[in-house]
């Protein structure tokens, strides 16, 4: 068989590679045969950065930030503003907010958001931490960055409800126009939101 | 630093899944995520199949395909007709033949097609081993299935020559429309190809 069967090594890889996100079976196997026919610059690479980042790469106990210290880079980073928080459903999140430099205080990683569909409850995320940080560090603004979809808004009311009765400030990313955003290719959602929250020139 | 630098486990992992073709900058980043996200799920079995595929996947000595056996599982099987060898470019294009259950005779794989600006000459490929096997296996059908490009017809036009005075048909697949295709979606060449190449019904 010129096509491995399943328990074969080549077909395992395939198999390991096509669970990756971003990975069809197609490129899978693409991916595959390119690491195997070029192992010194693609596979063993691979391996020894995937041995490095499963031996040291750990969730921050703090905010659950995925890094190789704990607490992470950016909770232990005494430059940071500590009292403004800023409220994500993932890692990815963190990641993207840091990359355009938007965040200078810290970040708590939810873990998901609450859908009672998907059997997502309180308990699953990571809202206790959540509130003892909030007292521990004093903190006086919490953004709620997370998605703009119904489960999204219903985890930011329930934070809000969760906070109710302290000076806290609870703000929420702007709604709008993306930048260089041409308006006719936009959903209506976003159309209305932006007109909604026109601000004068 | 929540983007980690450059000797981070991080982001060592997003440079080396970035270099897998398939994968862009940004899917590497999330594939990283997920993988560090799902260990059981994702990282550890893409781990033991990279350690598995290294150690035992290697070129057939015989054809050049990759396989965990050498000579490999095509080469090996006694039920495949050995007088017709089917020469390609690369190992893809032997899984994708396979697929197709198209060639029922052996491989040869030649790893490369010439080409004097890429420096490759037909030193640097395996024509000297495809000519042996020629000999050895008493070889009646060559099909030069190689890439529809200048560099793939020269290629089939030098492995012509170095067969030359042998008493072997060399033949190549149709070129024409492929099954399903409509003809106003087809470049000219193709058209022009399958027009030329025409069938009585």
Redesign the interface.
């Known amino acids: 068989?010129?096509?491995?069967g399943r328990d074969?090594?080549?077909e395992?890889?395939v198999?390991?590679?096509a669970?990756?996100?971003?990975?069809g079976r197609r490129?899978a196997?693409?991916?595959?045969?390119?690491?195997?026919?070029e192992?010194e610059?693609?596979?063993?690479?691979?391996?020894s950065?995937?041995?490095?980042?499963?031996?040291?790469?750990r969730p921050c106990s703090e905010c659950g930030?995925?890094?190789?210290t704990d607490p992470?880079?950016?909770c232990a980073?005494a430059s940071r503003e500590r009292k403004s928080l800023c409220v994500v459903e993932?890692?990815?999140d963190?990641?993207a907010?840091?990359?355009a430099r938007a965040h200078r205080g810290l970040?708590h990683v939810l873990g998901g958001v609450l859908s009672p569909i998907a059997g997502v409850t309180p308990e699953s995320l990571a809202l206790p931490a959540l509130l003892r940080r909030v007292e521990a560090l004093g903190v006086v603004e919490v953004i709620l960055a997370l998605p703009a979809t119904v489960d999204g808004a219903a985890t930011a009311h329930y934070v809000t409800d969760r906070l109710a009765g302290r000076s806290i400030v609870i703000t929420r990313p702007a709604q709008g126009v993306p930048i260089g955003g041409a308006l006719d290719v936009l959903d209506e959602g976003t159309i209305a939101a932006a007109l909604k929250g026109r601000r004068p020139l």
């Open positions: 068989m010129a096509e491995p074969d090594p080549v395992r890889l198999e390991a590679l669970r990756i996100p971003g990975l490129s196997r693409r991916a595959a045969l390119r690491l195997l026919t192992p610059r693609l596979l063993h690479p691979l391996r950065a995937l041995k490095a980042a499963a031996d040291s790469v930030n995925l890094d190789a992470c880079g950016i980073d993932t890692v990815a963190v990641w907010l840091e990359r970040y």
